[in-house]
T-cell receptor, first 111, second 112 residues
Framework: NAGVTQTPKFQVLKTGQSMTLQCAQD?????MSWYRQDPGMGLRLIHY???????DQGEVPNGYNVSRSTTEDFPLRLLSAAPSQTSVYFC??????????FGQGTRLTVV | AQRVTQPEKLLSVFKGAPVELKCNYSYSGSPELFWYVQYSRQRLQLLLR??SRESIKGFTADLNKGETSFHLKKPFAQEEDSAMYYCALSVVGYSSASKIIFGSGTRLSIRP
């Protein structure tokens, strides 16, 4: 049972580069979300989705795009990476009756 | 607006001492609250949720709607409790599905 799978685990980008963080879940959860974890700031919601074709902004959406073409996948795109986006990113999924299940995280460094 | 507040960034207690991690929330609806824990180099995982009213690893948390609090407690801390703890609020959205909002987290350090 894979649960929530995130790739890559680590990534170094140069300022201005773009990339996509992948997230996939195999639990048929309708809810998926992306958080960034920064020291002293906790987990801040970037974007979330309540089902295929539906996405919404969280607390810190600027500089990130998402799409939800299938129930299983919820990729996060960094359009033009900035040093302020250096962080650990977590993907999570949940259903209406379960708690959130998290991926292992992606440690991103922008230089 | 929905908000979760954890006032302590770091809590350090001796082994065997009682532990209380504070969590306050702001939400006009009926809240569903959770505590998540992140051990070193591991992913976040659920510790407990208020609707189950159970004790996990000796931890309990009671929802106090009057004080809008959901503090996490353990009577006798153990060294393996050292971790990052997050309080979270599940907010029912327009489609009846929820988004989950986290507090800023409290790092619990248990001294031997």
């Amino acid at each position: 049972n894979a649960g929530v799978t995130q790739t890559p685990k680590f990534q170094v980008l140069k300022t201005g580069q773009s990339m996509t963080l992948q997230c996939a879940q195999d639990m048929n959860h309708e809810y998926m979300s992306w958080y960034r974890q920064d020291p002293g700031m906790g987990l801040r919601l970037i974007h979330y989705s309540v089902g295929a074709g539906i996405t919404d902004q969280g607390e810190v959406p600027n500089g990130y795009n998402v799409s939800r073409s299938t129930t299983e996948d919820f990729p996060l795109r960094l359009l033009s990476a900035a040093p302020s986006q250096t962080s650990v990113y977590f993907c999570a999924s949940a259903s209406r009756v379960t708690e959130a299940f998290f991926g292992q995280g992606t440690r991103l460094t922008v230089v | 607006a929905q908000r979760v507040t954890q006032p302590e960034k770091l809590l350090s207690v001796f082994k065997g001492a009682p532990v209380e991690l504070k969590c306050n929330y702001s939400y006009s609806g009926s809240p569903e609250l959770f505590w998540y824990v992140q051990y070193s180099r591991q992913r976040l995982q659920l510790l407990l949720r208020h609707i189950s009213r159970e004790s996990i690893k000796g931890f309990t948390a009671d929802l106090n709607k009057g004080e809008t609090s959901f503090h996490l407690k353990k009577p006798f801390a153990q060294e393996e409790d050292s971790a990052m703890y997050y309080c979270a609020l599940s907010v029912v959205g327009y489609s009846s599905a929820s988004k989950i909002i986290f507090g800023s987290g409290t790092r619990l350090s248990i001294r031997p």
